[in-house]
């Protein structure tokens, strides 16, 4: 005897949906349920939705207040026009438009970006102390690839710079200013003849005139506005390589000869016209 069935006036029905396929005997569809088919009707949505299975949604619409993903201090809630919690993008991540934070912006990494802007009136706003330093410690160099522009004064190691001087005059002498090479160059040129008058120091031979006198065909150096005058003092003289005392001496200078005149009984000895004379010192050449 075959076994009996009971079929339904009114069967059910099982319709797909979005997201939803029904399927029997390997064919998809709507399908009735009214007891004359003992076939199995499969319902699926297109991806596992386990515990550890990976879900994936094309849209998600919140109809409530939030959605909080994870817990504790880990929990990421979505709301409306805002997220809460800390998010690490692991890949790239770019705005079409302007990007405002209203708390802190923290970076644990570089930033890199062509344009570096901020509304700020000066830069000692970017720190709460109201100074902006470079690098952590004095042993970090920072470098600058372009010009530097300040406003206001620069510190080097405690010592205030005030500016940097271009005045080839130094007639201020300030101890906060650095001068330039023009300034400097400047400057020391016109020092040349103090220079020039200091560095002087030739070697000319004496002739004989008399018992005590010899003749030097040279003429001393004058020195500039500003420094002694040229004396017996700033010239050593030799007889046959003994060294003569300044004051046993005395110098006069002609338009074109130096005499030195001995003072003999001093000296205790004459000059004669075997004697060799030789004068070291400040000539003009």
């Known amino acids: 005897m075959s076994d009996i069935i009971f079929k339904t006036r009114n069967p059910l029905e099982a319709k797909q949906g979005t997201g939803v396929t029904l399927t029997k005997n390997g064919q998809t569809g709507n399908f009735k349920i009214d007891g004359s088919d003992t ?11 386990s515990t550890s299975s990976n879900v994936q949604f094309n849209n998600v619409i919140l109809s409530s207040d939030s959605l909080t993903v994870g817990s504790g201090s880990d929990a990421i809630t979505f709301s409306d026009g805002k997220i809460s919690g800390n998010v690490d993008f ?13 708390g802190n912006l923290i970076y644990k990494s570089a930033v890199t970006s062509s344009n570096f802007a901020t509304d700020f009136s000066n830069a000692t706003h ?7 330093r470079f690098g952590e410690s004095l042993s970090q ?29 130094l007639t201020d002498q300030s101890q906060t200013a650095l001068i330039t090479e023009y300034a400097a160059y400047e400057y020391l040129s016109g020092q040349s003849d103090e220079k020039d008058y200091l560095r002087k120091s030739f070697v000319h031979t004496g002739s004989f005139v008399n018992s005590t006198t010899a003749r ?24 046959n390589g003994m060294l003569i005392e300044n004051d046993a001496l005395t110098i006069q200078q002609s338009s074109t000869n130096l005499d030195l005149t001995l003072n003999t009984n001093s000296l205790g000895y004459t000059l004669s016209s075997q ?7 400040k000539f003009n050449s």
């Open 126 to 132: 970017s720190v709460e102390t109201g100074s902006t």
């Open 90 to 102: 692991t890949q790239q991540v770019k705005t079409t438009q302007n990007l405002t934070t209203i």
């Open 216 to 239: 030097f065909t040279a003429l001393t150096a004058s020195a500039p506005t500003g420094m002694t005058g040229t004396t017996e003092n700033d010239f050593m003289f030799f007889i």
């Open 141 to 169: 160099k920072q470098f600058f690839t372009g010009s530097l522009n300040t406003t206001g004064s620069l510190k080097l190691n405690s010592v205030q710079i005030s500016e940097i001087s271009n005045d080839s005059t």
């Open 39 to 49: 076939s199995t009707i499969q319902v699926s949505i297109g991806q596992a939705v």
């Open 275 to 281: 004697d060799e004379v030789i004068g070291f010192g």
